[in-house]
């Protein structure tokens, strides 16, 4: 049975993994390749590392770190943050990532989606959406906007109509941050995630706002996300993907177990 | 040596990176016939579209497969390597495949049973069915997970040496003496996958 994916996240920014709430006020958590094979070892499907401030400082993706972290990691390993170009891409590739996010990039020219997916295939290239709600909104989550630059920057695309777009031009999955939940341990958003993942064929993985074990399950059985992903609850020792995995499957989700 | 087919469908590094970690260090990878042809082993791996083999074909690369397939040199293919040792793919109906094994892949339904099916088919699913005779799959214990990301499948067939569900059951791994094929992706499929590469390395 098709089982739902925990995926770890590293948030790089100058060579150390770091944490933010709300995209802001951001802590050291540690060196990302350590991070990501204790993450491995301990039960997560899949890591991310994200560059979280590539993009507005214009300068390209740590192929060292990249190196560093895909030596020796033999789950799937996703790359983001300032990747512009298909040749951008094909270094961070040819460095050991199995697939490339990219964000601002693709709102900005979308056809880099189809650019990417041509030479590396489809499964290689995650579309990531920084999403906000619609505040004041009549309908908050279907007039819930597309944010860019590291959440900076609004762009006034609609997040589902994006998705949509994202997957027409060749996008492999969407990951879904919601920007209102990230870093507050409150839970996911689960309408947002449903929103999106009833709307495209595509796998969507639900981002921001994981604190326990009840948020998971949450958003795999009501917002009807393929996978999650987390950051802060593992760094900290708060939690590890095998005791979350349990957790989750006792609430009636498939997970990968023993792993 | 180890020749690794390179027919510019993705990316190689991760296959090269985990056959070295499982100390494999004579890798060569290829595009020439004649590197297949003096290999003691062959791996095609390939993730994209089935479109993608018919470079194999115009560098020569069916014929010296079709050859040391014969002379019993181990061959593994992955994902879309798998894919094209059937007859074809409704993906590229127009490419032929290697048609070692019976049978074309084809598309996941939309829906199955009632209830719509996502695609591709992304994330960890487990291999069921797992022939008692496969030396690819030794030690491999049924229900272990394994890593996916595709699209199109495989049917089931007397070589079948692995099923996975999804949409219906599909070859996850097949084998009839040395010619093996995985659906998954061993390279990425932590101790299950790397043991499914050691077997092969130990051939």
Redesign the interface.
């Known amino acids: 049975m098709l089982t739902k994916r925990i995926i770890a996240c590293l948030d790089v920014r100058g060579g150390r993994v770091v944490k933010g709430i709300q995209f802001v006020d951001i802590i050291d958590a540690g060196d990302p390749a350590e991070l990501a094979h204790r993450h491995a070892a301990a039960g997560a499907d899949e890591i991310v590392l994200l560059d979280i401030t590539a993009t507005h400082e214009g300068r390209g993706t740590l192929l060292e770190t990249v190196k560093r972290t895909a030596s020796q990691l033999f789950v799937p390993f996703t790359v983001g943050g300032g990747i512009r170009s298909a040749e951008e891409a094909a270094a961070v590739f040819d460095a050991g990532a199995d697939k490339v996010s990219i964000n601002s990039s693709a709102v900005s020219r979308p056809e880099l989606i189809g650019e990417i997916g041509s030479s590396f295939g489809a499964q290689a290239v995650i579309v990531a959406i920084d999403a906000r709600r619609a505040a004041g909104s009549a309908d908050p989550v279907r007039e819930a906007e597309v944010y860019v630059s590291g959440g900076r920057k609004p762009t006034g695309l609609r997040v589902v109509d994006w998705a949509i777009e994202a997957e027409a031009r060749g996008a492999g999955e969407i990951l879904l941050t919601s920007m209102d939940s990230d870093g507050m341990r409150n839970g996911f958003d689960c309408e947002l995630t449903r929103a999106v993942s009833e709307a495209v064929q595509i796998p969507v993985i639900a981002s921001g706002g994981a604190g326990s074990a009840a948020h998971f399950a949450e958003v795999f059985l009501a917002g009807k996300a393929d996978a999650a992903l987390a950051a802060s609850i593992f760094h900290f020792g708060v939690t590890d993907s095998r005791v979350l995995k349990a957790e989750v499957a006792r609430a009636g989700v498939p997970m990968r177990l023993p792993c | 040596m180890i020749a690794v087919i390179d027919y510019?469908?993705?990316?190689l590094?991760?296959v090269v990176?985990?056959l070295k970690?499982l100390g494999a260090d004579d890798i060569v990878v290829t595009q020439k016939p004649d590197d297949v042809l003096r290999a003691d082993k062959v791996v095609l791996p390939g993730?994209?579209?089935f479109q993608a083999t018919q470079l194999l074909e115009d560098l020569a690369l069916t014929q010296a497969v079709r050859e040391i397939a014969a002379k019993g040199t181990p061959f593994l293919g992955i994902c879309v390597g798998l894919q094209w040792l059937y007859e074809g793919s409704t993906e590229a109906p127009n490419t032929l495949g290697l048609g070692h094994f019976a049978g074309q892949c084809e598309r996941f339904p939309?829906a199955y049973e009632g209830a719509e099916l996502?695609?591709?088919?992304?994330?960890?699913?487990?291999l069921e069915d797992v022939r008692a005779d496969s030396r690819l799959l030794k030690d491999v214990t049924p229900g272990s997970?394994v890593?996916y990301?595709?699209s199109w499948r495989a049917p089931l067939g007397a070589d079948t040496a692995a099923s996975t569900?999804?949409g219906g059951a599909f070859t996850g791994a097949v084998e009839r003496d040395n010619v093996m094929g995985v659906q998954f992706?061993p390279?990425?499929?932590?101790e299950t996958?790397?043991k499914v590469l050691k077997n092969f390395l130990e051939l």
């Open positions: 510019k469908a993705g990316n590094t991760s990176k985990a970690f993730v994209g579209h939309a996502k695609s591709p088919h992304v994330g960890w699913n487990s997970f890593y990301t595709h569900m999804y992706h390279e990425k499929s932590a996958g790397l």
